[in-house]
């Protein structure tokens, strides 16, 4: 029992793992830079 | 799609906006920024040098299920940081982030708190090195290894790490790509040695999950909770990537990838080794009551020629683990001094010209990390009978220190959303999106609860000494840096033109 649990556990952190990786990345190549603001800094010069 | 030197200029362009200039030499690319994470969380240096920690307290279930749980939401914690670091790239990273989302107060002591887990994390992997070699050079030497030797072996590896770090970033990058191949090789290399040449052939997978078993003398329950300290300082560091972003080509993007891809690439390595490792034990008892759980381990196992060869091998890849650990802990030294927030500060945030290194905060990093250890080792002079070991001792200092570091931030910005401060605008280009708010809370809860694992009895003495370095870092603040501390914010007073000026003073200095 401790087997299925604990390789379940290991699945299931490399999934979380996979989805956070894949979203991260559909955002990178989202993202626009005119659409970003800098936070406490200077704007463009 | 810019080409590196389109790349390169805007990149200074983004940094000048945080009225800095740039003065350390950027030429690290994706990889190199993920490799000197990925070195500093060295499996073979946390998961391997308190392995008879995990053992000890946890039996061999702290393999299969300490490593699994500390990685997942260590995960979380990285996803946290990660947008941090896309969305404010300086090499100040965990206190500018916390000055630029509260104050300058709260930054100076997030800086402070990172400096203290980051003299423990150097300390902790370099006397790990220590450990290791000293007993390996003692049987080639012939002498005895003792506390006095580590502590020799110790100075000298700092020694060297010092003046590799002096001499430059190339030399360190090329090191440390080359490190992160060469933890992949080894791992490799053990699973297959262990795999087909252990001597009594390997136990049934059941015994990697097998739990409520401790050798120790506290209840299971919290014996696993204590043993959990060695997943979890093996997962510490991972900011390196963020304190070498000014490092960085396109860091925006390749440091986030650093720091989450360094934490995700060590779980799975980690736990291919760990199974491995602990299905060829065959004398636990043995393994926990040796000087040292891995090296008995693994003689046992390989045999003394073999598994020397092994240990030298993880040996080495321990040295490289300082020696990026003291390239992180440099640049954040000389990014928390550029903004004057230490004694001396202009010295630790001068930057060699010929070398462009931070020649000071390097040799700083050396000098604190050492006497550390020797306070730890002069103490138990005095009381032979402390009852706690020195590694677990650093260790524990290093992951309370830098894990409070990682959560001010977190919690700073879930602070600054809710307050609408900081909106969706203000994130870079590596964020989670609507993920992002759980993730942070689940991180800031796993923090909170492994702070407090990592000091309970028999680790009380790293309680107090983060105690008794939290309250000279009250009377500093209160007696000067409360008025004259004036944060990150105030390099933004700088013209561009001095800047510039900065700039053009490094790039003749090259020529």
């Known amino acids: 029992m401790e087997v299925v649990i604990g390789f379940a556990m290991v699945l299931f952190t490399l999934a979380v793992g996979t989805a956070i990786g894949i979203r991260a990345n559909k955002n990178v190549r989202a993202f626009k830079e005119e659409e970003h603001e800098i936070f406490v800094g200077r704007e463009d010069q | 799609m810019k080409n590196k030197d389109q790349q390169m200029l805007a990149d200074k362009k983004q940094l000048n906006r945080y009225g800095y200039a740039q ?4 030429d690290m690319g994706g990889f190199s920024n993920f490799a000197i994470s990925f070195s500093i969380i060295s499996i073979l240096t946390g998961a391997v040098s308190l392995y008879g920690h995990g053992l000890l307290y946890g039996g061999s279930g702290m393999m299969g299920f300490g490593w699994t749980i500390v990685a997942f939401f260590v995960l979380l914690v990285a996803a946290s940081l990660s947008e941090l670091a896309s969305a404010i790239p300086t090499a100040g990273a965990l206190y500018h982030w916390a000055a630029a989302l509260k104050g300058t107060r709260i930054g100076w002591y997030t800086a402070w708190i990172n400096l203290i887990g980051q003299i423990g994390i150097v300390a902790g992997i370099d006397y790990s090195v220590a450990l290791f070699a000293d007993p390996l050079l003692a049987s080639i030497f012939n002498y005895s290894s003792t506390d006095t030797t580590i502590l020799i072996v110790f100075g000298a590896v700092l020694l060297l790490h010092g003046i590799l770090n002096h001499v430059g970033i190339k030399i360190v990058a090329k090191l440390n790509d080359f490190s992160a191949w060469y933890h992949m090789g080894v791992v490799a290399i053990l699973v297959v040695s262990l795999a087909f040449f252990t001597k009594n052939g390997l136990q049934p997978i059941d015994y990697l999950f097998q739990v409520g078993k401790t050798f120790s003398d506290k209840p299971y329950f919290l014996a696993f909770l204590i043993g959990l300290l060695q997943a979890q300082w093996t997962f510490t560091g991972y900011d390196a990537s963020a304190h070498t972003i000014e490092e960085t080509v396109h860091p925006r993007v390749r440091a986030p990838w650093g720091i989450y891809n360094s934490v995700a690439f060590s779980f799975v390595f980690g736990f291919i ?7 060829s034990i065959h004398d636990a008892a043995g393994a926990v ?10 003689s046992q196992a390989l045999g003394g020629t073999f598994g020397n060869i092994v240990l030298w091998l993880v040996t080495f890849a321990m040295f490289f683990c300082g020696l990026s650990s003291i390239t992180s802990f440099s640049r ?6 550029r903004d004057k927030g230490m004694p001396f500060s202009r010295h630790w945030a001068e930057i060699s010209r010929k070398f462009r290194t931070p020649a000071k905060a390097i040799w700083l990093a050396v000098i604190l990390s050492f006497v550390l250890a020797l306070i730890d080792y002069i103490t138990k002079l005095i009381n032979p009978n402390v009852g706690y070991s020195t590694i677990a001792f650093l260790t524990a200092v290093s992951v309370v220190g830098l894990y409070v570091a990682y959560g001010i931030p977190i919690f700073l910005k879930l602070r600054a959303e809710s307050k609408g ?3 969706p605008k203000h994130y870079g280009p590596w964020r989670l999106g609507k993920w992002s708010k759980p993730i942070n809370i689940i991180s800031l809860i796993w923090i909170f609860f ?5 000091v309970v ?5 790293a309680a107090y000494a983060i105690g008794g370095m939290f309250v000279i870092l009250i009377i500093m603040d209160l007696g000067y840096y409360k008025k004259h501390f004036k944060g990150p914010q105030a390099a933004l007073a700088k013209s561009i033109e001095e800047i510039k000026k900065l700039e053009d003073e490094f790039e003749h200095e090259k020529e």
Do not use: G, K
């Open chain 2, 289 to 298: 009551n040796s000087d040292n759980a891995f090296i008995y381990v693994i």
């Open chain 2, 273 to 279: 080794m760990l199974s491995f490792v602990t299905l």
């Open chain 2, 332 to 337: 954040m030294m000389y990014a928390f001094s």
């Open chain 2, 23 to 26: 003065e350390l030499l950027r």
């Open chain 2, 450 to 454: 492994i702070c407090i694992m990592m």
């Open chain 2, 421 to 423: 401060i900081f909106l």
């Open chain 2, 457 to 461: 009895p028999p680790n009380q003495m």
